[in-house]
């Protein structure tokens, strides 16, 4: 799996990344079945697995259930291996979404964060947006406190997870990394991402898949026609994929190398 420098970070990820969500939430999601959460035995087959395939980018957040505790435990004695990307400001608790974007829970959040995950040190966090992605950069000033935890060595990079236009085009400038939704099926968000290439920030892709009902997607294989359409954009640093199947990852992967050769 080929790496690339993440935007101007001094990271280097591979450009499929693991996404974690159905390893620790299975409520008030969006995908097209209903599924069990993972068992320990199946998480750490699947690490080993994403591992082999050459992926070194996982992305958790304290809004994905219990996938940040869980994780932690299993990736002891692999911490060099991967670049982990959490996120501050979304919790999942009772089954409901609740935001907080202030400095005060940006510090407990990542703390928990480092705590759960076993390290001394995030890779990257991202804001976990609500939507309002205007609001929060402008008005909570989310950057500023997120670099001083990168100047303090707690993170090495941050950026955000955005759902507007306006607000991917502001975290690109304002940050390093921006997490944006493409697909075949949503590609608004385009502009964000020709933004992030023009001045060398990393992107991450959400909801490849359209969160799985590809079906939706046309084509012979849609797995390999949305990673083509997103891959075609020069920006674009890392799709991150969510899969509790490794016959799905590996296929994910073998898509992935063959639109790179
Ligand atoms: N920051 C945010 O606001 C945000 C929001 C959403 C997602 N994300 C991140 O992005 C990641 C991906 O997003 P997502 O999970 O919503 O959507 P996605 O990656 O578009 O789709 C994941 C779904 O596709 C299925 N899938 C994966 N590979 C497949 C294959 N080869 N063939 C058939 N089905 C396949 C998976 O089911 P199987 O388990 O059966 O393979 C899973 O249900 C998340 O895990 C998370 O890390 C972030």
């Given at each position: 799996?080929?790496?690339?420098?993440?935007?101007?970070?001094?990271?280097?990820?591979?450009?499929?990344?693991l996404?974690?969500?159905?390893?620790?939430?299975?409520?008030?999601?969006?995908?097209p079945?209903?599924?069990?959460?993972?068992?320990?035995?199946?998480?750490?087959?699947?690490?080993?697995?994403?591992?082999?395939?050459?992926?070194?980018?996982?992305d958790?957040?304290p809004?994905?259930?219990?996938?940040e505790?869980?994780?932690?435990?299993?990736?002891?004695?692999?911490?060099?291996?991967w670049?982990?990307a959490?996120?501050?400001?979304?919790?999942?608790v009772?089954?409901?979404?609740q935001?907080?974007?202030?400095?005060?829970?940006?510090?407990?959040?990542?703390?928990r964060?480092?705590?759960?995950?076993?390290?001394?040190?995030?890779?990257?966090?991202?804001?976990?947006?609500?939507?309002?992605?205007?609001?929060?950069?402008?008005?909570?000033?989310?950057?500023?406190?997120?670099?001083?935890f990168?100047?303090?060595?707690?993170?090495?990079?941050?950026?955000?997870?955005?759902?507007t236009?306006?607000?991917?085009?502001?975290?690109?400038?304002?940050?390093?990394?921006?997490?944006?939704?493409?697909?075949?099926?949503?590609s608004?968000?385009?502009?964000v991402?020709?933004?992030?290439?023009?001045?060398?920030?990393?992107?991450?892709?959400?909801?490849?898949?359209?969160?799985?009902?590809l079906?939706?997607?046309?084509?012979v294989?849609?797995?390999?026609?949305?990673?083509?359409?997103?891959y075609?954009?020069?920006?674009?640093?890392?799709?991150?994929?969510?899969?509790?199947?490794?016959?799905?990852?590996?296929?994910?992967?073998?898509?992935?190398?063959?639109?790179?050769?």
């Open positions: 799996m080929k790496k690339i420098a993440l935007g101007n970070t001094h990271l280097s990820v591979s450009m499929l990344g996404g974690t969500v159905k390893f620790g939430r299975n409520q008030q999601v969006n995908y079945q209903a599924f069990a959460l993972p068992s320990n035995k199946e998480i750490i087959e699947l690490l080993a697995c994403a591992q082999d395939l050459g992926i070194n980018l996982l958790t957040a809004a994905y259930g219990s996938s505790e869980r994780l932690g435990p299993l990736l002891k004695g692999q911490r060099h291996h670049v982990l959490t996120k501050f400001g979304e919790e999942f009772h089954g409901a979404s935001f907080d974007f202030s400095k005060e829970a940006a510090q407990k959040s990542i703390e964060s480092l705590k759960r995950l076993g390290t001394d040190y995030l890779d990257i966090i991202l804001v976990h947006s609500n939507g309002e992605d205007k609001k929060i950069i402008e008005e909570q000033g989310v950057f500023s406190t997120l670099n001083e990168k100047q303090a060595g707690l993170i090495r990079a941050f950026g955000m997870s955005t759902k236009i306006e607000g991917g085009l502001m975290a690109v400038e304002q940050s390093d990394i921006v997490m944006v939704t493409h697909n075949p099926l949503h608004a968000e385009q502009a991402i020709a933004h992030a290439h023009k001045h060398n920030k990393g992107i991450f892709i959400k909801k490849a898949f359209a969160s799985g009902h079906q939706k997607i046309s084509g294989d849609p797995v390999l026609e949305a990673m083509r359409f997103i075609q954009e020069p920006g674009v640093s890392s799709i991150i994929v969510g899969t509790l199947n490794p016959e799905h990852l590996k296929h994910n992967v073998a898509c992935a190398n063959q639109l790179m050769e």
